[in-house]
């Protein structure tokens, strides 16, 4: 375990581990459809927290583009557009065909401005100041800022956020999605309120979108704030979206936009990583229609902070889907092509104040879920992370 002790020891770096976590935080490409294929990582998408990548529907002659969440508190919305144009004759090519859109293109982090507009800010060597010379950082190449990109994006100004985590594209309007999953440190003060992140505390976190102007590959949007999660009575975070028993929530994490084409074309599923809330309910998955930017208006927080909201939630619009089991998180999703069958897991169900010791756990689950007549899971059986898979007692179609 020589490797996790990052001290400068040796007489050079190849002879410690003092760059071992550059190793860390980076997108990597698997291709599922060859299993003998290596795993490649993407290094021009950025070195952050990354939650994920999402790319925009790849449209022939144009450049391909992915959307990331730097998922820490304060942190950064990042957009990879790529060099190459995409040509859909690369359809199934591997990881060769990765290599071609993936490696070269521009990394850009977001700047939202109070007044619903916003800014992409590219983060290339020899650019506005992103050199040798800076300051903060003196960034030696294009490879020294994709390591330090969150350094790059503090210097240009971008818009430190509630903790990006997941994120989607509309594929009816192409609008972009992504879940602010909470941030206990925006205190107001020394780190002030804006209007993308305008509720001091936020304890129950909230959903932003923005529309591109130009197509994907622009470098200016539009955005409003979808949902602001929060229980129905408003007591942690303001209700400023109108929740209901039906549809009140914290801590959105999953974000999953339904691909199957018909009445559910852009259904939204949302899921909660959530320790604010839990005293009343469990995480939990929500299915949505989403709307578009600009269906709300202008408001203004308890705190004054002013701000732009998408329309309100409503039973229409809004419902709760499931929840899970005790302490777990609902994290992914997808439906089959037929809408017939959905996929989800449940991570770490009772696990979080367990004690692996005695073996005691606050869920059981799967294991509860056995027949009471068999005793091997029951007790203090451990629980398991497991995907789960629903469908519909009639057969038809799930979410309508």
Known sequence: Y??????????????????????????????????????????????????????????????????????ARNEYVFKFVSDAKWDPKDIDGGTAVGAKYLDHGKLYAARFSDDGTGVWLELTHGKNGIDANNALYPFADQGDVLMHCRLAA???????????????????????????????????????????????????GHIIRWKENGGQTGTKFEWDVYLFGAREDGSQSENLSGLTAVNDFSSPDGLYFDQRSGKTDGLLWIQTDDGAYTDVTNCMMLAALPGAVGDGGKIKTREGQDTIMGAKASDANVRRFLVGPFDCEIT???????????????????????????????????????????????????????????????????GI
């Open 154 to 204: 503090d210097f240009m100004g971008a818009t430190k956020m509630d903790r990006p985590e997941w994120g989607g594209v509309n594929p009816l309007n192409n609008e972009v999605y992504m879940t602010m999953t909470n941030n206990s440190q925006r205190d107001g003060e020394k780190i002030p309120l804006n209007a993308a992140n305008p509720r001091k505390g936020n304890k129950n």
């Open 332 to 398: 992914g999703v997808v439906v089959t092509p037929d809408g017939k069958t959905l996929f989800f897991n449940v991570q770490h169900p009772g696990e979080d104040k367990g004690d692996f010791t005695t073996n005691t756990f606050t869920s059981h689950w799967p294991g509860s879920q056995a027949p009471a007549s068999d005793a091997l899971h029951h007790g203090h059986k451990r629980p398991r992370s497991a995907t789960v898979v629903v469908t519909r007692t009639d057969g038809g179609t799930i």
């Open 2 to 71: 020589q490797r996790w002790n990052s001290k400068v020891s040796g007489a050079s770096a190849a002879e410690d581990h003092r760059n071992s976590f550059n190793t860390f935080g980076w997108v990597v490409e698997i291709d599922p459809f060859r299993p003998d294929s290596k795993p490649v990582k993407r290094s021009a998408l950025g070195r952050f927290n990354h939650e994920g990548a999402w790319p925009a529907p790849a449209k022939a002659g144009e450049p391909i583009v992915i959307y990331s969440g730097d998922d």
